[in-house]
Nanobody
């Protein structure tokens, strides 16, 4: 499984970005049980789980992004998205996506397949 996150960039506070996570190397069947999570890591801080979606479309969010970020999926394209609105300077981090063949969680250490991160910088 290979994952590639993209869509990061520089945005002003209050702005929006949409991150994409494209998966390759496998084909998901609607009967497969899997989860895709979004994580971020700011300089000097631990990796933080911020959102997850499973194959049923069930989502979870961390308190730090709830109400501002929305995770979604396009199964036909093997691509997952993270729509980020009302961005704050404290959202600045490298954002990663990861997948696991199990339930959704925001605990990063249980995800086995990680993609390259994409930098998000929120600054005026």
């Amino acid at each position: 499984v290979q994952l590639q996150a993209s869509g990061g960039g520089l945005v002003q506070p209050g702005g929006s970005l949409r991150l994409s996570c494209a998966a390759s190397g496998f084909t998901l069947d609607y009967r497969d049980y899997y989860a895709v999570g979004w994580f971020r890591q700011a300089p000097g801080k631990e990796r933080e789980g911020i959102s997850c979606i499973n194959n049923f479309g069930t989502t979870i969010y961390s308190d730090s992004v709830k109400g501002r970020f929305t995770i979604s999926k396009d199964s036909a394209k093997n691509t997952w998205y993270l729509q980020m609105n009302s961005l704050k300077p404290e959202d600045t981090a490298v954002y990663y996506c990861a997948t696991r063949r199990s339930a959704c969680t925001l605990v990063s250490r249980v995800f086995g397949s990680w993609g390259q991160g994409t930098q998000v910088t929120v600054s005026s």
